[in-house]
């Protein structure tokens, strides 16, 4: 089954502190890809990033900074020095041929909330 | 590269009415999707759309549902006899097949309320 857990439902910190946001999947391809994104107040999901399962190079992009696991299958998400505006909902999403290539399978989301 | 739009924003319908909705995806990409978003939930796959072929359709699409794309332009989804259940966010995704897997870009979503 294509499945990706975010345990965290809700994760409250305060400015400038950093969080890291947990996704763990499941999966019977070998060949996949992995997403985040970022859904603010507006309603409008907006992407983050793609990963390939063959490419297990962590990554940092400013702020964010993520880390491919697939011994654990895990894929997580930390925000250094966080800030309000990152407050927003967070889904970890997967694509492989076994969801067609076209279905994208989303978490439930981690919601977070940064405080001045 | 003015984004997907969605339209209406919001939408409140007395239960048995029928609703549509309607999706302009960014206007070089041939892949459209629809999603349903519940509170507290992750989106859920309805349908997708390559130019103007509906490919796949979700279980969750039931018979009360209808999608298209007439000319791989614009989509819509219609909802007849609504039921309270109906209730949710209605996400729509655009996407070039350029690349495998690609990244998708959504819409501000309709926001349906069924009374």
């Known amino acids: 089954a294509q499945k990706v857990t975010q345990a965290q439902t809700e994760i409250s910190v305060v400015e400038k502190e950093d969080v890291t946001l947990d996704c763990v999947y499941e999966?019977?391809?070998?060949?996949?890809?992995l997403f985040w994104y970022k859904q603010p107040p507006s309603g409008e999901l907006v992407f983050l990033i793609r990963r390939n399962s063959f490419d297990e190079q962590n990554e940092i992009s400013g702020r964010y900074s993520w880390n491919f696991q697939k011994s654990t299958s895990s894929f997580n998400f930390t925000i250094t020095a966080s800030q309000v505006v990152d407050s927003a909902v967070y889904f970890c999403?997967?694509?492989?041929?076994?969801?067609?290539?076209?279905?994208?399978?989303f978490g439930a989301g981690t919601r977070l909330f940064v405080k001045a | 590269d003015t984004g997907v739009s969605q339209n209406p924003r919001h939408k409140i319908t007395k239960r048995g009415q029928n609703v549509t909705f309607r999706c302009d995806p960014i206007?070089?990409?041939?892949?459209l999707y629809w999603y349903r978003q519940t509170l507290g939930q992750g989106p859920e796959f309805l349908t997708y759309?390559?130019?103007?072929?509906?490919?796949?359709k979700s279980r969750l699409l039931s018979d009360r549902f209808s999608a298209e794309r007439p000319k791989g332009s614009f989509s819509t989804l219609e909802i007849q006899r609504t039921e309270q259940g109906d209730s949710a966010m209605y996400l729509c995704a655009s996407s070039s097949d350029r690349l495998e897997n690609e990244k998708l870009f959504f819409g501000s979503g309709t926001q349906l309320s069924v009374l």
């Open positions: 206007s070089e990409h041939n892949r």
């Open positions: 759309f390559q130019n103007e072929a509906q490919l796949e």
């Open positions: 999966t019977r391809d070998t060949t996949y890809y």
């Open positions: 999403a997967l694509t492989g041929p076994n969801t067609g290539g076209f279905k994208t399978i």
